[in-house]
């Protein structure tokens, strides 16, 4: 009779946030551009992450599968006839010269706590399904959210047609990536498949490294408005024309850059960035003609943001009307803001009073794919701090402490829906 062998203790808290840490770390050698981590949709690099993903799925005791975009899907407990799903998820694809972080930590993360619940609960009274997706940064065919839109029923048949740099259409990436074209339209969640989305990220700002905080707990994702305008005047030999006499737009778009700034500083939780600016002809001897500039407007509340942008709007004609010179403002992006559901956001901050932090509540001012989720189930979000509020470069980074902070809400979080049910 052969001698029985004790189970493996269960990991500690730091033992799973150190094995996170080591998942994104293999994680990064999956890249299409050695030496700097590149993973686009469909790219061999992005086959090779999404096959590891589904391994650390299976070990955590879940079913996997691929969809029609091609994401990885794992789900604990199966279809429960009548019961919706709670959604975990974030994304693995990244953009070029990447952090490690971005995406992939919410996604281990969130393996680690299905592995706990199904370790010490056996059983949710509720199907818990983890989306891995595959593009949300848009990084080939300049697309964003292409699995979180199909689930939201907003895929625009169009994009299939995209071509990236080769020639190649998502249409012919998405089959070869093992996704299905032909489903797309079958992938739209149905009112009552789930009752949540949730996403762990890292924060890609400085404030919870300004408080003091692992964690944070997102109200809101915020608004945006991208505006592309220009002033004309009249180019000029720079050694000849008076400066009275100028009609120079670069000036006015000076006085544009910092009547931004200080709108800004002035504004809580307003956000405005010039982005880029073009000056033509562009000759050092030359006075520009023509300027044109690039304006990115945030905030959490639409009314603040549409006020923000009317504002500008008027100072950049006065500007103009002072200068003699043609303004042109057009808008080239306004999405609205996206707020949190407030019984979702007030248990994700219960589970991190029960860690023994702080809760804090701060808004995204970038995009996920809580974005588009949202129109389709309430969402949540909780941010882990990163070092200098830097991401999408190589210098993101986040703690092995911070990590096992998140697992630990996380932990919580779904032990309390578990527990005490959804309500």
Request: hydrophobic residues 50%; negative net charge; contains cysteine.
């Amino acid at each position: 009779m052969a001698a029985s062998v004790a189970a493996a203790p269960p990991l500690t808290l730091p033992e799973r946030a150190a094995r996170v840490m080591a998942r994104c770390d293999a994680l990064a050698a999956f890249t299409e551009e050695p030496g700097r981590i590149t993973r686009p949709y469909g790219a061999p690099a992005a086959i090779g992450a999404r096959q590891s993903l589904a391994q650390w799925m299976l070990d955590a005791g879940m079913e996997t599968r691929i969809d029609a975009v091609g994401d990885l899907c794992g789900q604990l407990n199966g279809s429960i006839p009548d019961v919706p799903a709670l959604l975990l998820g974030s994304h693995f694809d990244s953009v070029r010269d990447a952090g490690r972080y971005d995406g992939l930590l919410g996604i281990l993360v969130s393996i680690e706590a299905i592995d706990r619940l199904r370790l010490t609960t056996g059983r949710a009274p509720f199907p818990i399904d983890l989306l891995a997706f595959a593009d949300e940064e848009g990084l080939r065919f300049q697309t964003t959210y292409l699995g979180s839109c199909a689930l939201a029923g907003a895929f625009d048949p169009a994009f299939l047609d995209l071509t990236d740099a080769n020639g190649v259409t998502l249409r012919e990436a998405m089959t070869l990536f093992g996704g299905n074209p032909a489903g797309l339209a079958s992938m739209a969640l149905n009112p009552g498949d789930a009752f949540a989305y949730v996403e762990v990220h890292i924060e890609q700002g400085p404030y919870l490294e300004s408080v003091a905080a692992p964690v944070g707990v997102v109200t809101a994702i915020s608004g945006q408005t991208r505006i592309l305008l220009s002033l004309t005047g009249e180019a000029g030999h720079a050694g000849t024309v008076a400066m009275h006499l100028r009609r120079d737009p670069l000036p006015a778009a000076a006085e544009l850059v910092l009547a931004a700034e200080t709108l800004a500083r002035q504004t809580r939780g307003l956000l405005a960035t010039i982005g880029t600016i073009d000056a033509e002809p562009g000759a050092s001897n030359v006075i520009p003609g023509r300027v044109s500039l690039s304006l990115d407007v945030r905030h959490p509340e639409d009314a603040v943001r549409a006020i923000a942008v009317e504002t500008l709007h008027a100072r950049a004609s006065a500007i103009a009307a002072a200068r003699a010179l043609d303004l042109e403002w057009r808008i080239a992006r306004d999405h609205p803001a996206v707020p949190c559901d407030p019984a979702l956001i007030a248990r994700l901050g219960h589970a991190v009073a029960a860690t023994g932090h702080p809760v804090e509540h701060l808004p995204s001012g970038a995009g996920h794919d809580a974005v588009t989720m949202s129109a389709v189930v309430p969402v949540a979000m909780l941010f882990v701090r990163c070092a200098g509020g830097i991401s999408h470069q190589p210098a993101e980074s986040v703690t092995v402490d911070d990590v096992a902070v998140a697992i630990d809400v996380l932990d919580h979080f779904l032990a309390s829906l578990a527990h005490e049910g959804r309500s």
